[in-house]
């Protein structure tokens, strides 16, 4: 059974680091899109950063140029590298993955279980 796996949140102070991490786990034959979410209380889901599996990526305007997203293919993990944080950043973050489990199969949509971010003085 294929799972997704975050790590890397907390609690830190404005303008501290944090890199979060998302882990694919189980059979499958090959990822493609890795995305990182998030949900702060009260708002919707919003998509935070996309990464292709070449390694093209794209940001939401709120996080460009603080936050860095990256992929291992080879440990089938994606980061999130976020720095300058922002108590606006606080929120629940979400990893989510488009993976195929044959040559032949098509594309399912997987989520992790999410890690919680808190940026506070």
């Known amino acids: 059974q294929v799972q997704l796996v975050e790590s890397g949140g907390g609690l830190v102070r404005p303008g501290g680091s944090l890199r979060l991490s998302c882990a694919a786990s189980g059979r499958f034959f090959t990822i493609s899109d890795m995305n990182w979410y998030r949900q702060a209380p009260g708002k919707e889901r919003e998509l935070v950063a996309t990464i292709t599996r070449n390694r093209s990526t794209n940001y939401a305007d709120s996080v460009k140029g603080r936050f860095t997203i990256s992929r291992d293919n080879a440990e089938n993990t994606a980061y999130l590298q976020m720095n300058g944080l922002k108590p606006g950043d606080t929120a629940v973050y979400y990893c989510?993955?488009?993976?195929?489990?044959?040559?032949?199969?098509?594309?399912?949509?997987?989520w992790g279980q999410g890690t919680q971010v808190t940026v506070s003085s």
């Open positions: 989510n993955a488009e993976i195929r489990s044959g040559a032949f199969s098509l594309p399912k949509i997987y």
